[in-house]
């Protein structure tokens, strides 16, 4: 029935996913204008855009009362194009700043405070928006607390015996306090959260 895109969060990009497996024209890429178009009187509710979105920027109505309630949904939504853009936990790293390589692990451990290492392999990319930022991550961490992303190799895989991807590696006073794995969502980053204060409390 109709197609809505939430351009508060959309990056509005030429090559949007959406736009690319739209079968009837609904969903377009306007050069001119510079901006996505939509054009529900073609758009035959197939689903395969809202699919296709990796933020979860597009939504299909199947009839009016869906519509009005992701009108609404999209009206009080809070965040903007800026939340895609900060360092996040479980996501492709955006600022070289975070990233390390293997042989600089051990002196970013050695300090006097805690230190976390996020190990990824290229399988455990989320994401951006379904991801936690970093700064949440260590909100109630003292604020000498240092955030690393590291590619995993098969030494650092065999070293801290992991098993599944991000694996956050948790280290105070250059000790390792211990790991926690597996993708955490925006949804379930209070569990994560309780998860390192209880690691660094034992
Ligand atoms: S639901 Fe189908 S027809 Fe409608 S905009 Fe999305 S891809 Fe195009």
Redesign the pocket.
């Known amino acids: 029935m109709?197609?809505l895109v939430n351009f508060k969060i959309c990056d509005n990009a030429k090559e949007c996913g959406?736009v690319a497996?739209?079968?009837?024209?609904?969903?377009s890429f306007d050069e001119e204008k510079g901006t996505i178009v939509?054009d529900?009187d073609?758009?035959?509710?197939?689903?395969?855009?809202?699919r296709?979105c990796p933020i979860g920027a597009?939504s299909?109505a199947k009839n009016s009362s869906e519509y009005d309630k992701i009108k609404k949904e999209i009206e009080s939504d809070k965040r903007t194009t800026k939340d895609l853009f900060v360092d996040r936990y479980g996501a492709t790293p955006l600022s070289k700043f975070f990233m390390i390589e293997s042989q600089q692990l051990k002196d970013k451990i050695e300090h006097n405070g805690i230190v976390m290492i996020e190990c990824y392999n290229d399988d455990s990319i989320q994401c951006l928006l379904k991801s936690i930022p970093i700064k949440e991550l260590s909100q109630d961490l003292p604020k000498d607390t240092l955030f690393y992303k590291l590619e995993v190799d098969e030494e650092l895989i065999e070293q801290y015996k992991l098993n599944n991807f991000p694996s956050l590696l948790i280290f105070k006073d250059g000790k390792l306090c211990g790991k926690i794995e597996g993708y955490y969502s925006e949804d379930d980053k209070e569990i994560l959260f309780e998860k390192i204060n209880d690691l660094l409390n034992k």
């Open positions: 109709a197609v959406g497996v739209c079968p009837t024209g609904a969903l939509i529900n073609k758009c035959i509710s197939c689903g395969k855009c809202e296709e597009i299909v």
